[in-house]
Structures are given as C-alpha cells and as structure tokens.
C-alpha cells in the first residue's frame, strides 16, 4: 500500500514540478552550467544555472514535506542538496532518458533514507 501511495506521489510531483517533458539528456546542459558556475567560471550562464538549482531544489522540497518520503536533517544545504543530485547524474547515465524528477527522486532516496 505505501508503495502503491508513493507512485501516486511521484506521479502528481514530477507533473506539478515540470509543465513540459523534461528528462535527463535535457537537464545536463543546465546541470553543467551550475557546475561552471560553483568553479567560478565566468561564462556560465547563470539563468540556466539557477534554472537547474531551483528544479533540483523544488524535488527535495515536495519530497521533503509532510510523508517523510526522505528525511534529512536540517543542517543539510541548497548546495549539498544539489550536489547530491549531480553526483547521482553523473553515477548513473543510463537513466538520462527518464523524466528528470525521476532521477532526482532516485538520487533523494538513497541519500536520505528514512530508517
């Protein structure tokens, strides 16, 4: 039954999170732009950077609220919430061609297991 509630969860999520079909191939140039812009590099593009944070960090906030889907502890940071999830990305390109919010919700529940 909390499996069957989850799908349904993820579902609404990833509909309410991105308007359009936005899967992995699509969020790698904005995801690379971010990692540019972490570097310090001066010709990343901070729009499509901010676009990627704010995505990565829209996932984390629905997981996060109210079911306890992911538990993190309140210390964590918008930068380590979005390094786990490109860390994750980069671990596993076979999942590219999924939805993004799929990948990132993958890359949550792994790191913050409720136990």
């Known amino acids: 039954m909390k499996s069957l509630v989850f799908g349904i969860l993820l579902q609404i999520l990833c509909i309410s999170v991105s308007a359009q079909?936005?899967?992995?191939?699509?969020?790698l140039p904005k995801m690379r732009e971010f990692q540019?812009?972490?570097?310090g590099?001066?010709?990343a593009s901070q729009i499509e950077a901010a676009e990627f944070a704010g995505y990565v960090l829209a996932v984390f906030d629905a997981l996060s609220a109210g079911d306890n889907l992911?538990?993190?502890?309140s210390g964590v940071t918008q930068l380590q919430v979005t390094m786990i999830a490109i860390n994750y990305i980069n671990a596993?390109?076979?999942r590219w061609n999924e939805p993004a919010c799929y990948i990132i919700t993958?890359?949550?529940l792994e790191a913050f297991e409720c136990k």
């Open 21 to 27: 079909f936005y899967n992995g191939h699509a969020m």
């Open 36 to 39: 540019k812009m972490t570097r």
């Open 41 to 43: 590099e001066s010709n």
């Open 70 to 73: 992911i538990c993190s502890h």
């Open 92 to 94: 596993h390109p076979k």
């Open 106 to 108: 993958a890359a949550f």
